[in-house]
């Protein structure tokens, strides 16, 4: 059984070989334990253990069963879960390590906890590019179920002090390895139908995933309940209301700026003053962390809709949309 981390003080970890050792450790027991990766720190637990998997939902406070993302360390680790295809050869050829996850049929014998699938016939799996997230999954030598490590709803963390301040007490252990590069979930591709489907924006440009495919990316229906599980609107939400496509701020208000005006008073800040996506997304979740603790609404500039754009708008989206509103999408 997991250890019970309610009363329990977190221990902070760091990538050294023996902080390695000990978060693999902890896994292995089926403690919950934060790590880097290039997108977003992860709160991994052994996909393999649904006491492990439980958790994680308990720890994040998430209100249903979600399916989750399993880290894997290679291409053939992954093929010990998922039924591999061309597409899937393609991509994590063009892509893996890095900020894609791909979505499969479950391969028989694939022991993954069926509440990392939430009962789906599929999974969504990922190599991270991250050295310590790589180390960490070739010190298990197995699986890791992670979602990003905040508590449900609230904005995802991209460093370790991020995660402490959410989950501080109710995990096991953190590997502190500084900021996260990319800065947004990653790119979610469904390759179990007909066509590779855009699950979700994230921290690799659609229009990259194109150019190597060849094709155009098929879209999500937003009305398919098996196609969208789990994408409530209300998900990356800050504290403070979030106003969107604001070219400058009303009294009151902290600017996040974009490209060249990023606002004038102390609380403003610009995701990027030379008008860089990558470096906006790489920004977005630590920025949003430092404004919502300004205690005041933040006015966010226009961001266009192009490559790392798309994800960057997503989670904007959602950072504004109204709380306690019914989803436009189908939760499960
Ligand atoms: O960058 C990332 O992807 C981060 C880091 C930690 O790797 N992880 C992350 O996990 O964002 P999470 O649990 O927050 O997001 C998982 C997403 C959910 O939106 C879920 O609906 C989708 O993946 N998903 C998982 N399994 C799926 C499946 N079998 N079919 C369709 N969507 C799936
Ligand atoms: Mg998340």
């Known amino acids: 059984m997991p250890q019970e981390t309610d009363q329990k003080a977190t221990q902070m970890l760091d990538a050294s070989a023996s902080g390695i050792s000990r978060a693999a450790q902890l896994l292995r027991q089926g403690d919950l334990v934060s790590f880097p990766t290039e997108t977003v720190y992860g709160l991994g637990a052994d996909a393999r253990r649904g006491d492990a998997v439980a958790a994680i939902y308990a720890a994040k406070g998430r209100p249903s069963f979600n399916p989750l993302i399993a880290h894997v360390a290679s291409v053939e680790a992954a093929k010990r879960h998922v039924i591999w295809n061309p597409w899937a050869e393609t991509l994590a050829r063009a892509f893996w ?109 659609a229009e990259e995933i194109e150019a190597v495919l060849g094709q155009p990316l098929a879209t999500r229906d937003l009305h398919d309940p098996l196609t969208a599980p789990g994408q409530l609107l209300s998900h990356y939400a800050p504290q403070e209301r979030v106003r969107l496509n604001a070219t400058s701020a009303r009294a009151g208000e902290c600017y996040l700026g974009f490209g060249r005006y990023s606002g004038a008073r102390a609380c403003d800040l610009s995701l990027s003053t030379r008008g860089d996506l990558v470096e906006a997304a790489a920004n977005l979740f630590g920025h949003l962390h430092h404004l919502d603790a300004q205690g005041q609404p933040i006015a966010v500039a226009p961001i266009p809709e192009t490559g790392l754009g798309a994800a960057i708008n997503d989670r904007l989206r959602r950072a504004a949309a109204p709380r306690d509103e019914p989803s436009p999408t189908p939760s499960k």
Do not use: Y
């Not at 109710?170 to 489907?197: F, K």
């Open 97 to 205: 390590p890095g900020p894609l996850t791909l979505v499969l049929p479950l391969a028989p014998g694939h022991g993954i906890s069926e509440l990392v699938t939430a009962g789906l016939d599929t999974l969504a799996v990922r190599v991270p590019a991250h050295p310590t997230a790589q180390k960490l999954l070739a010190a298990l030598d197995g699986p890791v179920a992670a979602p990003s490590a905040n508590p449900s709803g609230r904005i995802s963390p991209t460093t370790a002090q991020h995660v402490m301040a959410g989950l501080a007490g109710r995990i096991a252990a953190v590997v502190a390895d500084g900021a996260c590069g990319v800065g947004v979930e990653s790119t979610i591709v469904g390759l179990t139908g007909e066509a590779p489907v855009l699950l979700r924006p994230g921290g690799l440009a």
